[in-house]
């Protein structure tokens, strides 16, 4: 009996299963319900503030289209230059209300979770949906920053830092769950791979970053 539990234990294609049955003590410490509770806080208060400072930043340039945001370093780095874009906008509205509201969101259903909330199957698909439509939102703003405008936002790249763990932690937490549904290889492979993940994506932002403003970096961009 002892040799078949430490087996278990020791197995991660069993920390898959229903939701509200799960063992916690099957999934990688980060997985837990408090430790993922708190990467949710930290990840949407960091994106709730970055997206609150472009709010006060966007408000100032609507009064006055010659203010000069806070984080307008030079002609590549400057949020202002950022906001007077279409890309800026793309529902009719400042962009940043979306990221008010959304973190929003996670804040509240990390505090829940602390509390000892717990949330249906249900919950988990629509948080997966809010965040991975996010994410995919997130990742076309990246883009546009940098292949279009050729212009880059301190503060929206603060919301991008925070997006990719958020992103990648949901979903891995919804598979090791049962939520989403999975083959034990993937769940085996995706519940020890996490941080791993986000690293890749975070060299792979900062990679596209510096080939794409290689010329600033090089000194060969005139300015």
Partial sequence: MTSTA???????????GDDATVDQSLLPKI?????????????????????????LEKLEVL???????????????SCGTVMQTPQSSVFG????????????????????ILAGAKYSRGYWLGLQAGVTLGF???????SQALYVIHVLCPFCMVVWAAMIPMFVFVTIRNITHGV???????????AG???????????????????????????????
């Fill in 63 to 77: 009064k006055d289209p010659n203010h000069v945001t806070v984080c307008d370093v030079n002609p590549w780095v």
């Fill in 93 to 112: 509205f400042p962009n940043m209300f979306i990221g008010i509201v959304a973190f929003a969101v996670i804040i509240t259903t990390a505090m829940g």
């Fill in 136 to 142: 995919v939102f997130v990742v076309w703003l990246w």
């Fill in 6 to 16: 430490r087996g278990n234990r020791a197995n991660p294609s069993t920390i898959s």
């Fill in 193 to 223: 791979s996490g941080w791993a993940i986000v690293a890749l994506l975070y060299v792979a932002v900062i990679a596209t970053i510096f080939f794409a403003f290689i010329h600033v970096f090089a000194g060969t961009s005139g300015y």
């Fill in 180 to 190: 989403i549904k999975a083959p034990p290889a993937l769940t085996r492979l995706l």
């Fill in 31 to 55: 997985l837990r319900d408090k430790p993922f509770a708190w990467l949710l806080l930290v990840t949407g208060i960091i994106g709730w503030l970055a997206s609150g400072a472009l709010v």
